[in-house]
């Protein structure tokens, strides 16, 4: 493989950049009025308008000269088709598997996979139907009213994020779903106090069925729920697992019927789309977790199919590599103009930060130049009122992607046009900035004496240039976020692929978890002292010995 740095497109990148590099968007605007004609694309209920971009066509295409020297055309192929993309564990990462209901085969070892796609479905569709015709109740006979979904990761903040975007969507006197993810005993506790145990379904769900976190809480819960039963069987009633290793889950003490399955070629971070997706379907109802399916085999779709000029998870991608890479960018913000969105930053950033958070190269060598970013964020407006202030005049690159629905579910007063106006103000001020003059001009027109003017002008001078994405959805529905959830997956992949790294494994996060085990064992009194330990960790230890 030969190496980032030394592809030509790489290189001709780098003169491009050295080239435009002091070019101010506003020029770019006012010498073409095509420019967001040029710089904007319509898939699946999204516009992407790409246009405040610190690029010209030029730019478009050499990053596109980079994606197909970089192999990218194959990397999709084998991502689609099973190929063993994730290439330190030597699997495919089949997600889009997952969303290939009414799909032609797709093969692992020479099996095609979709039968057992669609048989969990189908489970997870009779179970759903279950619980709201009253076929699946609690020991007592009580219909169940609140879902709890033990997980973390992957197994969590996918059916967290898709529930509170898609509230609008949510059964008509359904269930209410709550999330147990951390092992702080406060999670744990608030969550019990809020439910009944006689109306209360809990989901384990653990790709390994070994996350200490996941497991902690399960058997917390279990206990909980034993205090109340009279009779060890009746567990089953309240308990269903979500595990990619049946036996595990069995060995908890389920039955079969009770655990919902996934595959190995299902990453974490990728597994919303699987059965990790079941406190969603129960949420929204079957229905509405199939549209969102079909949102993302559409995305899926645009993804494999449209050239990489006209590809908007390529474009995306492109457009993040040309900021980390030549402007020496850190950080992505990723600002949803939309309450319900609120978790969708979060989302985010395990995949992408987990996906590309790495410094190897697929064949194993040391990289030289920047890979995943920091990805971060929160709803607008209130970021407005938070870090705006660093993205208009602080010193460091920050680009963003600013994402809104067009149409609202509560058309209140004119809070939607005041949102959007915000929206379309920021991305605008960001691009444009302020000049010396046209502050002075604005402080004269305010009637300030000169010696004032000298003072303030230079506090108030923004230099603009500042890159954003603007993604405008039609209207927040389960098949335009299904799209709009693939979309960022597929960019990252594009950038991983670009990056020569593999986006679908984590070690790193494995010797956190080895770590915490062996000081775990330390501070229960079960293991040696960490004798050998750094001082601080020793002494830390100590410290919280002492004082707990
Ligand atoms: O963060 C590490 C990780 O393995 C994630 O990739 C995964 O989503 C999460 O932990 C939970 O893992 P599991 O679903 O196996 O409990």
New binding site residues.
Partial sequence: MTRLRQLPAWQNLQDHYEQICNTHLREWFAEDPLRFKKFSLKQSSILLDYSKNRITEETRTLLVALAKQSGLREHIDALFSGGLVNTTEQRPALHTALRNVGGGPVLVDGKDVMPAVRQQLAKMRTFVDDIYTGNWRGYNGQAITDVVNI?????DLGPVMVTEALKPYRMPRGVKVHFMSNVDGSHVVDILNHVQPETTLFII???????QE?LSNALTVRRWMQDRLSHPDQLAQHFVAVTADRDKAMEFGLPEENIFEFWDWV???Y?LWSAVGLSVALYLGMDNFEELLAGAHEMDEHFRQAPFEENMPVLMGLLGIWYSNFFGSQTHAILPYDQHLHRFSAYFQ?GDM?SNGKSVTRDGEAVDYTTGPIIWGETGTNGQHAYFQLLHQGTRPISADFIAPVKTYYPINDHQTILIANFFAQTRALMMGKTQTEVRAELQAEGLSEAEIDRLAPHKVLEGNRPTNTVLIDKLTPRSLGSLIALYEHKIFVQGTIWQINPFD?WG?EFGKRTTSEVLKALSGEGEEMKDSDASTRELMAYYRENS
């Fill in positions: 997980g973390i990761g992957g197994s769900a653990s790709k390994s069925f070994t996350t996941s990453g974490g971070r597994s395990q987990e984590q996060v």
